[in-house]
C-alpha cells in the first residue's frame, strides 16, 4: 500500500465517530490540563489510561495522544498572560510572551501561539508520516558523548535568552545545574546535597522551582513598583495577530518547526532545548536583536511552534523502536501494553490501521484545538482587565495550588517561597531566572551522560571532539560563546568607516 | 567610566562575592563526595568541575564590577515600595506554616483576606466574598474533581 | 453574598466530614507504584500489565511512576524515605536492593526499611547486539574479548544489577576482561546497542520486538531453560557455564504499613498475576510467575541476601569499610 493509500486509510479510521469524539475529548483535557499548572499532561494521562480499556486500542490511544499535543498548546496561555509557565517547555513563552500582555498585546501573543503551534503541529504529522522510518537512526545516534554535548549546546544556547550579561547568565546556569544533581544520584543511589533532608532525596520539584522564579517573583517586583506599571492600566488592543504580525512570524514558525521536529526525536530533553534553541536561533538572525525580551512577537512564535513540532517528532522513537523519549511518550506506551500491542519497528507492518489512524487523528485534533482555543483568546484577555490588586492574590493562590497539587507535599511550598525570594533579588542584580531553570532541567541529564560518555570511553575526554554529531554540537556552542566577543569587534570597525565615510 | 575604584556598597560586587562564596561551597562539596577518575568518574565530579568554572565566572563579575561602577544597593531600592514586598513575603511563610496546621481553607482565607487588604486596599465588600469565595471554589475543584487531597489541618476542615 | 458563601462553607465542613471518614475504607484514592526503571523496558511493560489488573481488583486506578535510576534502586529508597506507610505509594523492589546495601554505602536497610507485600515475578535476560554486528555467536565476543582486554563494552541497566554481576561471573569464569557501562534501564540499553555506542547490551527482555524484527541479534539467554520464543538460542549452561540467572522480584511499601492494608494490596496483585491476559503479556516477555505470599516473601529477602553476599565476596565488590 503506497503511501496515500495508507493515509486515506487512516483517516477512516480517525473520522468514525466514536474516534472523533475521544480525539476531541483528549485535546480538551489537554487544554484544560495544559492551563492548569501543576496538573500537567502526566497526571491527567495516568489517570485516564483506564478509561481508555473500555474503548478498542485505536481511541484509546488517540485520546491519550490529544491529550499530550493539546496540553502544549494550553501550556503557553499562563505564560503569557501571568508569567508562570506551566512546565519548562514553556519557559521561553514568558520571556516575550509576558512583555507583550504588559503591552496589552496579550491577544496577539496568545494568538500567534495558538496559530504557530497549530502549523507547527500539522507540520510534525506530515513529518512523521513522510520521513519517520528512515529517522529511527537518527534518534539512537545520539549516545551518551553526543547527548553531553548536545546538553553543552544547550546551556550555551540558554544564556542567548538573556538580556543582560552572559557571565551572568552562565552563572545563574551553572548554579541551575548544580540545583538539578540535589538528590539520590542517578548511577550509585547515593544521597548528594541533601543535608539530610529527606524531602531532597527526590531532588527539588520543578514546579515549585518554576512557579517561585516566574509566578511569584513577578508579582513581588510588579508590588514594589506599584500597580502603575501592570498590564491592567495599558490597553488592550486588536485580539489577534494583525500583518505586521503575521510577516514577523512567518519565518520563525517555519524555522521553529523544523527544529523542533528534528531535537524532539532525540530521546531526554530534546523538546526543551528545541524551544530555547528557537528563540536563540530568531534571536541571533532577527534584523532587531534588541526588542527580544521586550515583547518580540518571533520570540513567542518561533518557540511554540518548535515544542509542538518536538511534540510531534517525540513519537518517532516510540512508533518505530519502542523507545519512548520522554515521560509521557512513557505512558503513551503503557496504552499500547494494556491493549497487548508492542509500539515498535514492526507497529507498522503489524498494524497498519492504528498506526495510521492514530497519526491522521492528530491533524484532526490540531484542527480541533485551533477552533478550541481561538474563542478562549478573548476571556483569557478580559481576565487582565482586573485590577492587579485583585489580580495578584488570585496568582499567588494560583500557585499555591499549582505546587500542591503536583507534589501533595507542604515542604514544596517553602521550596515555592525561597525561589519566590531568590528569583525577586536576581531580578533585582540583573540575573534572569529563564538560564536557571533551563540548566535545572537539563542538569542531572548531563551529568548522568557525562559519566557513562567517560566510562565507554575508557577516560578519553578526546570521544567528545572525535565523535561527529558531539564534535559539531561542541563547535557551535565555542562559536555561540565566542560571538559576544565579535559583534564587539565588529561594532568598532564598523564606528571607524562610518566616521571615514563622514570624513 | 569616568570614576573607578572600589566602593563597598556596589551591588554588583556584592552580587559577585555570593556568587564567588556559593562556588566554593560546591567545589568543596564535589570534593567531599569525591570526584573519582577520568575513566571511572564519582558522584562528586561534575560538582566539582562546576565549582571552578563557577569560582572563575564570580570573580570575573566582581572583576568588572570594580572596573566599571555599578548601581549602589541603596539605589536599587530607592523610591520603591520594598515594605509592601516584606509584607507579602511574611505573609507567606506565615501562610505555609499554618497551610499544614490549620488546613487548606482555614489558612487560605485569611491570606486572601490579608494580601486583599494589606497591599492596595480592596472594597471590603469585595474582599469579603472574594477571599472566601475563590478558596473555596479552589478547594471543590481539586477535592472533589480532580480528587487531589488538601491538608484538612487540625480542625479537620477542608 | 455573605450568606451564600456561608452556607457554601457549612457544606463544606459537612462534605470534609464525610471524606475523612471514607478514608478508612482503603483505597479511597489513586495508588502510585513506583517502577525504578524508565519506561519502555520489560520490568515498565510488566508492572503496567500487572498494575492494570490488579487496579480492577482494589477498585481504584494504579498509576505507574517512573523513576530510574541507581540501577533500579532510586525509586524505591526515595520511597523507603520520604512516603507515608498508608499504602498509597509501593514499588517494584528489584534485587538490587538487597545487593547494593553489601556493595557500598546506601541510604536503606532492607531488612527493616520496607513493608514486602508480595512477590510477583522473575526475568528472562539475554546479551544482544547490532544486527550488523560482527558477533555472530558467543564465542566470537569471548575471542575478541580475550584478544582485547577490557575493549569489549556492554550497556546494563545499572552498577549491581544482576546483568552486571553476571557478566562479571561469566567474564571471571573465562579469564577475560569486559567493560561495564551503566545505563538507567532498557529504553536506555536499547538505544545503546543500536546507535552502536556498546557493542552489547546485557538486559531482561525488553529487546524482543528489536530482536524480532531484525535490528538485534540474540546470542544467549540466561534462564534455566531454552525459550520457545527464540529457538536456536542457547542457554548459559548450553554454553557450558554453570549458572542461572533470573533475579525474581516483588512489590513493597514504606515500613510500618497497616497489615490490613497490605493484606488488601496483597490480595489484588495475586489475583492480577493470576489473569490469564496479564499472564499472556508476561510470556510475551518469558517472564514466568514466581508468586510467594507476604510471610514467605519475608523470608525469601533473608535468603536472597545471603547467596548475594556469596557472588559479592567472590567477585570481589563486596563494600570496603
Known sequence: MDLLGQVAHGFAVALTPVNLLYCFIGVFIGTLVGVLPGIGPISAMSLLLPVTLSGTPESGIIMMAGIYYGSMYGGSTTSILVNIPGEATSVVTCIDGHEMAKQGRAGPALGIAAFGSFIAGTLAVVGLMVIAPYLARFAVAFGPAEMFSLMILGLVIVTFLTQGSMLKSLLMASAGVVLGLIGLDSISAQPRLTFDRIELYDGIGLVPVVMGLFGVAEVLTNIEQGIKRTVSSTKITNLLPNKEDWKRSSGPIGRGTVLGFFLGIIPGGGAVIAAFASYALEKRISKTPEQFGKGAIEGVAGPEAAN?????????????????????????????????????????????????????SMYIGNVMLLVLNLPLIGMWVQLLRLPYNILFPMILLFTVVGVFASSNNVFDLYVMIAFGILGYLARKLGYEAAPLVLAFVLGAIMENKLRTALIISAGDLTTFFTKPI?????????????????????????????????? | MKSSGLRINNAELWGGTIWFAISLFVLEQGRSLGHGTVNQPGMGFMMFWLGLVMAGLS?????????????????????????????????????????????FLLSTIPLMLVLLRAIDPVRWTVAIPLSLGAPLLVWWVLQRLLQIQLPTGMFEIG | MKRTALTLLSSAIIAATVASAAAQNFPTKQVTLIV???????????????????SKHLGQPIVVDNRAGGSGTVGP??????????????????????????????????????????????????????????????????????????????????????????????AARDGFKVTQVPFKGGAETNAAVLGGHTMLQVESSGWKALVESGQLRLLMIWTENPSKNYPGVPTLKQLGYPFVFDSPFGIAGPKGMDPKVVAILHD??????????????????????????????????????????????????????
Open chain 1, 470 to 503: 558531539s564534535a559539531v554540537c561542541l563547535s557551535v556552542a565555542a562559536i555561540m560563546l565566542l560571538m559576544p566577543v565579535i559583534p564587539a569587534l565588529r561594532r568598532k570597525r564598523e564606528k571607524v568607516a562610518l566616521e571615514d565615510g563622514q570624513n
Open chain 3, 77 to 170: 529508597a526515595q520511597m523507603a524515605a520520604t512516603a507515608k506507610p498508608d499504602g498509597y505509594t509501593i514499588a517494584q523492589i528489584p534485587i538490587t536492593i538487597f545487593r547494593l546495601p553489601l556493595m557500598q554505602k546506601t541510604t536503606w536497610d532492607a531488612d527493616k526499611d520496607f513493608t514486602y507485600i508480595a512477590h510477583l515475578t522473575g526475568y528472562t535476560f539475554g546479551v544482544t547486539v547490532r544486527a550488523d554486528s560482527e558477533f555472530k555467536t558467543w564465542a566470537d565476543v569471548v575471542k575478541f574479548a580475550k584478544a582485547n582486554p577490557g575493549k569489549v563494552t556492554y550497556a546494563t541497566p545499572g552498577t549491581g544489577t544482576s546483568l552486571h554481576i553476571g557478566m562479571e561471573q561469566i
Open chain 3, 268 to 321: 489484588a496483585f495475586k489475583k492480577a498475576i493470576e489473569d490469564p491476559a496479564v499472564q499472556a503479556t508476561l510470556a510475551k516477555y518469558d517472564m514466568v510467575v514466581n508468586y510467594k505470599n507476604t510471610a514467605d516473601y519475608v523470608k525469601f529477602v533473608k535468603e536472597v541476601t545471603e547467596t548475594e553476599r556469596k557472588v559479592v565476596d567472590m567477585l570481589g565488590l563486596k563494600k570496603k569499610d
Open chain 3, 36 to 54: 525504578p526503571w524508565p519506561a519502555g523496558g520489560s520490568t515498565d511493560i510488566a508492572m503496567r500489565a500487572i498494575a492494570e489488573a490488579a
Open chain 1, 308 to 360: 509542538n513540532a518536538a511534540a510531534g517528532g517525540a513519537f518517532i522513537p516510540l512508533l518505530t523502536l519502542g523507545i519512548p523519549p520522554n515521560v509521557v511518550m512513557a505512558l503513551l506506551l503503557g496504552a499500547f501494553v494494556i491493549h497487548n500491542i508492542q509500539p515498535g519497528p514492526l507497529l507498522m507492518v503489524q498494524r497498519p490501521d492504528l498506526f495510521w489512524g492514530v497519526i491522521t
Open chain 2, 59 to 103: 570573580l570575573a563579575v566582581a572583576l568588572q564590577a570594580i572596573k566599571s561602577e555599578g548601581p549602589s544597593v541603596r539605589s536599587l531600592w530607592a523610591g520603591t515600595r520594598w515594605q509592601k514586598t516584606l509584607i507579602v513575603i511574611a505573609t507567606f511563610v506565615v501562610y505555609a506554616y499554618a497551610f499544614t496546621r490549620l488546613g
